[in-house]
């Protein structure tokens, strides 16, 4: 059975927490066979991770492990390495995380895994980028948020930068991580060759910020953080309704702006020299905030929606996970999908696969609650055809 666009492709993940293994992820979401690699005795810190606790178990890596098998190999040992070769010899992409310098001092860089396989591709994620004068340094998502700039546009003037309440940057790091593996398979199609994709958390954070940088080069804008709002898009920004919570109306498009004027019982809003176009709404949001949340301020949140909907503006609640979860739209689109967890007995929801494809959808085959080394026998003794006895030796070495 067809699992996704990338059924076929075996890719080998190294490395531990989020951005690199949610690279992997995103692979096995599509398909791809993901083989997650953890040391013997050491399993990766994030099959503890997630704020819910049930019987001890942990939820983070229900959803982050998905689609995943889980061997033990010890990277460090030569029989580790060699096994690990092997692997390689008969993989598309290896998946790693490390700081710049660990594969090589294992003696496990590009240009040996190469000689084995030429059209390996070696995805690395890293906190600065495999080059550069930062290249040697350890990152994680909180300082690559920072030192990019995107943690600096957080929050509200006159406060201080909070950071967001998940690790952004790592999940960023792990898409482009992921892009790449897609580009450098596309045009091993053409040349047969790989190649390395390096994927940096502090670069990845800088590729979302839309025009900061030109904004900055041309006119010596620094762009800081702007509340509940962007900075002249408008009017774009959440209105507190008559039951006291909160939503979301965005009609800084021109068009959009006229329909909302109408919906609101003020078209000659419209055609007010203060808000009539983009430039002139940016240079006069507090006053159209005003005139919106003072509308918006005597209706139920269900009828600002409702009407907006209704006359063509975008407008939305601002949901908690509570009503995420039974949200009918991400529903219809299987976008809350159930993971089934063996180690509790049942199954937990988690996100769905994203994108979804026409015709060769990814799907979620297994959830992620394996128990370290949980595949090593078909992955070593079938894959690679290693003997139990040999198995058995490796396990006592300390191996896997």
């Not at 890293?126 to 995107?150: C, F, I, R």
């Not at 960023?172 to 992921?178: D, K, N, Q, S, T």
């Not at 509570?322 to 929801?349: C, F, Y």
Request: charged share 20%.
């Amino acid at each position: 059975m067809t699992t996704g666009p990338l059924d076929g492709i075996r890719v080998i993940e190294v490395g531990t927490l989020i951005s690199g293994p949610f690279a992997g992820r995103l692979l096995g979401d599509m398909g791809a066979d993901v083989v997650k690699i953890e040391p013997p005795g050491s399993p990766d810190p994030l099959r503890t991770w997630g704020q819910a606790e049930v019987d001890g178990h942990h939820f983070f890596w229900t959803v982050h492990a998905r689609n995943k098998k889980a061997v033990t190999l010890d990277l460090r040992e030569p029989k580790g390495r060699a096994l690990f070769l092997d692997l390689v010899e008969r993989s598309d992409v290896i998946v790693e995380n490390f700081r710049p310098g660990t594969l090589e001092k294992w003696d496990l860089g590009y240009d040996v895994l190469r000689e084995r396989n030429r059209g390996i591709i070696l995805v690395r994620v890293s906190g600065y980028g495999q080059t550069g004068p930062d290249s040697h340094k350890a990152g994680y998502a909180s300082v690559a948020e920072a030192a990019s700039g995107l943690r600096h546009m957080n929050g509200f003037p006159g406060g201080p930068p909070p950071r967001l309440a998940l690790s952004l940057g790592d999940s960023l790091a792990g898409m482009f991580a992921a892009q790449g593996a897609l580009a450098a398979l596309y045009r091993r199609t053409v040349t047969g060759e790989g190649q390395v994709v390096d994927a940096a958390l502090t670069e990845s954070c800088l590729a979302v910020q839309e025009s900061t940088i030109p904004d900055y080069d041309v006119g010596g804008v620094v762009r800081g953080p702007s509340g509940t709002r962007l900075e002249g898009i408008a009017p774009s920004n959440i209105y507190p309704t008559a039951d006291g919570s909160w939503v979301v109306i965005a009609a800084n498009q021109d068009t959009v702006f006229r329909r909302l004027c109408s919906a609101m019982g003020r078209p000659e809003l419209a055609t007010d020299a203060r808000f009539a176009d983009h430039i002139s709404r940016g240079r006069n949001q507090d006053a159209i905030d005003e005139i919106i949340g003072a509308w918006a301020a005597e209706r139920q949140p269900a009828d600002v929606i409702a009407t907006l909907s209704d006359a063509g503006v975008i407008s939305g609640p601002i949901n908690t996970v509570a009503e995420v979860v039974t949200d009918p739209q991400l529903l219809s689109r299987g976008m809350i999908a159930d993971h089934w967890d063996e180690r509790i007995g049942r199954n937990v929801k988690g996100p769905g696969v994203v994108p979804v494809l026409s015709e060769s959808p990814g799907t979620i085959r297994h959830g992620g609650s394996l128990a370290p080394g949980q595949h090593n026998d078909e992955v070593y003794g079938e894959l690679l055809g290693r003997s139990a006895d040999e198995l058995d030796q490796l396990r006592a070495e300390g191996i896997l």
